[in-house]
């Protein structure tokens, strides 16, 4: 049976070997620190989005609003435009 032969490394050798386990660790602790970034802003993202889509089904709320107040005032006073800071409504014929 061989036995095993144990050699030393320079001290340039262990320095840059150490050199690249401290990269290493350094690049694993940038990419968990993107990775819960991203977590975050997917979060954030997912946030803005429900409130964009409430802010579209109040904006369809409106348009419902509107048409509904436009065919009481058509009804009420014909067809015509209103000025909405005087309140006077001119019929058109």
Known sequence: MEENVIKKLTDDEIKELKSIITQYT???LKIGRMT???ILLT???SSI???INKAKEEYFSMVDK???FARMITEKYG???IDPET???TVIR
């Open 26 to 28: 350094e690049i694993e």
């Open 36 to 38: 819960i970034d991203k």
């Open 43 to 45: 979060k954030q993202l």
């Open 49 to 51: 989005d429900d409130d």
């Open 66 to 68: 509107e048409k509904s």
């Open 79 to 81: 067809k015509g435009s």
């Open 87 to 89: 309140g006077l409504f």
